[in-house]
């Protein structure tokens, strides 16, 4: 917004109508002597009569009428005795009421202020008042004022008050002197900003272009993007390049402060062969303890566990099939081994194997804990299973600190998980750091048991475990090939084993099938056509909900057939707006009430409540719900994920997209009744195989292909992917040496 339109107002703080303690939303009456105004902010701690300064807009609220909506907020600082003792008395510092405000400004004159901030110890010359006393005033006082100097440090700059708030929370009372020494600490990886706002905001504080501080926060901005982008470390020679284009700064200067970075510890390098691999110090040692850790479990004796014919003849009574040769060798090898890894395409028998293991595990007597990265994972597992499974973060009980601003899991080494036995299902899907945690809470001598399709997407985040623990050769792995005859009765699953094969794809129409391909010449008829089936033709012909049962997967965010515009045009045809639907907009995005939407960052301290009662917290990265309500008085919005219904923050808004078509690397761990995935475009550095077999086995009963053939056929003929950048399966290599 340009400053030429802004209104600046000052005046008294005449009423408090609404305040939000855990974002600080607040909405209040400021009186200039000339009109009362109601103004919206977020800001902690006012108080009736206090006086501020206030720079905003004008808007319209349709029930409230016209308020100003704050853009930065200043306190004037109270001045002289009487100005003061109203400011104390209104309740601005807990345990300081209206009598004790006049003891304290009788005794210190218009300096009490200064007392509370520099010297709070004297406030006990104040009979009754005791030092533990004197020292929950100036925390007070502190608290209330340390947030408000880091917001208004932060608005000098355009940035929102949520921005100083997450500041505050992690630097504390430091955070404006830490900020001005060294203002790329905003694109760090607990704030998360881009690098643009923090080399804005640097120059505006005189820092040079080749600056060291600037120079090392590119350098760790563009690890951290390329964390995002599944890389768990660069080659230096890939990084200098991209950090010098960033910085438009000289080779020798950026590998100058990197080596200074390597020295002091802020970055890790490993050495191998010619090349040297710059790490973030959290995803080296998680690579490290992986390594040690499995090779620690492999070199353990190997359980005495032997199964004979007549055992698994019982179990196959017991579950009414017939395994075949190379599901009895997984059941033979997993009770032998101390890891194992299990993997195989649908419709292969993974499932069949694992619930046979759970009772020739049981049946000896071992207590098994069940999880998979996400939720629908886990109660996919816990329904084929008929046991209790949980998403890996809730089983490792993750907690969220804003002390320290990190993820916390009380499932650790000193307090292990109660198992003899860990199984993790979809760990395609689990990145490095998440690994880690389970192994760390894992006991000293239980097992473990992987289980996932390697031909799969990797994990959204950094690394790509399950390939590189199956390509180091070191643990006992059994890969399932041969597809059983009641899944060789679907198209979805003898196409997808098709593609990853190599064969190509079978576009043909054929009557009763559950595999379509729509012929669409551009990426205009395609997204009509994506419409018309999820609005008309899939509903009526087999009564599937556009809502719940059919999902739109595309491999790409942008363009016709992206996710963007998808689901722009989705939003108007399945939920269009009407009078009794609230609505809020966030930036290019408007949200309505009966939208379809996705989580796409992990967030650990959101609190939710299932329909049984059960409360808990987290909403992870992957998860989709409908939104039930959107209270605006509140700046909040209720969303029901499955069974678990959650009050969100409009603050959190930057977390959630529709979801009415989402990208393929998204729909990792779900599975959908029907799924239309669109196929057009010229991104073809996402025209590969996995890329493809993922959005296709997302289909349990109807998969549809809308686009042009040759799009499909290049998908499934490029085996390339994308490579990532890790040192796992090199490490794990070495550990056996």
Known sequence: MDATELTTLEGRVADVLFHNPQNFYTVFVLDDGQEETPVLCEYPGLVVGEVLRVAGSYVQHPEYGRQLRALSVEQVRPVGETAILDYLSGGAVKGIGPATARRLVSHFGDRVLDILEQEPERLCEIKGITPKRAQRMAESYALVHGVRSVIAFVARFGLDASVGIACYKLWQNTAVAQLTADPYLLCGEHIGLDFETADRIAAHLDISGEDARRVRGGLGYVLRHNLQNGHACLPADKLIPAACRLLDC??????????????????????????????????????????????LMLAQPDPEETVDDTEIAAVEQELGIRYSNRQREALITALGSPVFVLTGGPGTGKTTALNGLLRLLRRRGYKSALAAPTGR???????????????????????????????????????????????????????????????????????????????????????????????????????????????????????AHSVVRGEGLDLATRPDSDLFFVRRATAADAAETVLSLCQRRLPDTYGFSPLTDIQVITPTRQGGVGTVQLNALLQQHLNPPAPDKGEVRFGSMLFREGDKVMQIKNNYDVEWQSSTGEKGLGIYNGDIGLITLIDRPSRSMLIQFDDREVQYLFDNLNQLELAYAITVHKSQGNEFDAVVMPLVGSHRHLHYRNLLYTGMTRAKKLLVMVGHPSTAQQMAANNRGGRRYTNLAWMLEREGM
Request: net charge negative.
């Open 250 to 295: 000289q080779t020798d200067t950026a590998e100058m402060v990197l080596d200074g970075m390597v020295e002091d510890g802020i970055l890790i390098a490993l050495e191998r062969g010619e090349r040297r691999y710059i790490y973030i110090p959290a995803q080296y040692e998680a690579e490290r303890y992986i390594a040690g850790r499995l090779a």
């Open 377 to 495: 994972a886990a109660k996919r597992m816990g329904e084929v299973t008929g046991l209790e499974a949980k998403t890996i973060h809730r089983l490792l009980e993750a907690s969220f600190s804003d002390g320290e601003g990190c993820l916390k899991f009380r499932r650790c080494s000193q307090n292990p998980l109660d198992c003899d036995v860990l199984i993790l299902d979809e760990v395609s899907m689990v990145d490095t750091l998440l690994f880690e945690a389970a192994l760390r809470a894992l006991r000293l001598g239980s097992r473990l048991v992987l289980v996932g399709d390697s031909d799969q997407l990797p994990s959204v985040g950094a690394g790509n475990l399950l390939w590189d623990v199956i390509a180091s050769g070191r643990v006992p792995t059994v890969h399932l090939s041969e597809v059983f005859r009641q899944a060789a009765q679907s198209r979805i699953v003898t196409t």
